[in-house]
């Protein structure tokens, strides 16, 4: 089935470091890509997404472009701030063919702390 | 922020004991979802509704029922609490197909089962 692969955190960096966090996936229709962001103490909220191939989704300094060829979606940040530090969940939704309603699948989520 | 709260917040309950979480939305959103949060796991779909009275199973769907009798209010029952479902639960909602549509997540509920 369906499954979306992030990687291991925690990850802690330094403000005003660049940050990656590498998502892959499997999926055999045509997913929509997330990125959903938890602050502590806090339920999800969508971060950017990305609907097709090449797409770039972006928002508060976050960029992540869709890449079919390599089955990924790796989310970037040139320039961390404390306030960043929560933790960022992968998450992909297939197109709803074949009958599936298209619901979403989580990476397992890394945790990012940012130290002044 | 959505309009979406979830009651209670914190439960602490025994094994065997019934529990009902519930969710509420104001945005009269169509699409429903109820999640559990567990470390090294993520999000995991437990089951979710797509109108009044249609709900259909998630992920990890066992020991767990739903209903959705108002657009506003989705809940989920624990019909013989068991301590692997002591978890951090999310509702959360969406307006249209959740393929492209972005989802709305409650502030959660953590729920202990001794």
């Known amino acids: 089935g369906d499954s979306v692969t992030q990687m291991e955190g925690p990850v802690t960096l330094s403000e005003e470091a660049f940050l990656t966090i590498n998502c892959t996936y499997t999926a055999t229709g045509y997913p929509s890509l997330f990125w959903y962001v938890q602050y502590p103490g806090e339920g999800l909220q969508l971060l950017l997404k990305?609907?097709?191939?090449?797409d770039k989704g972006s928002n508060k300094g976050f960029e992540a472009t869709y890449r079919k060829e390599t089955t990924s979606f790796h989310l970037e940040k040139g320039s961390v701030q404390v306030s960043d530090s929560a933790v960022y969940f992968c998450?992909?939704?297939?197109?709803?063919?074949?009958?599936?309603?298209?619901?979403?699948?989580f990476g397992k989520g890394t945790k990012l702390s940012v130290k002044p | 922020d959505a309009g979406i709260t979830q009651s209670p917040r914190h439960k602490v309950t025994e094994t065997g004991t019934p529990v009902t979480l519930r969710c509420h939305q104001t945005?009269?959103?169509?699409?429903m979802y109820w999640y559990r949060q567990d470390p090294g796991h993520g999000l995991r779909l437990i089951h979710y509704?797509?109108?009044?009275?249609?709900?259909d199973k998630g992920e990890v769907s066992d020991g767990y029922s739903v209903s959705r009798s108002k657009t506003e209010d989705f809940l989920l029952t624990l019909e013989s609490a068991t301590s692997s479902q002591t978890s951090v639960y999310f509702c959360?909602?969406?307006?249209?197909?959740?393929?492209?549509?972005?989802?709305?997540f409650g502030p959660g509920t953590r729920l202990t089962v001794l």
């Open positions: 509704s797509y109108g009044v009275k249609d709900t």
């Open positions: 990305a609907t097709k191939a090449d």
């Open positions: 959360a909602i969406s307006e249209s197909v959740p393929s492209t549509d972005t989802q709305y």
């Open positions: 998450a992909l939704s297939d197109s709803g063919y074949g009958g599936s309603q298209g619901n979403l699948i």
């Open positions: 945005e009269n959103h169509r699409y």
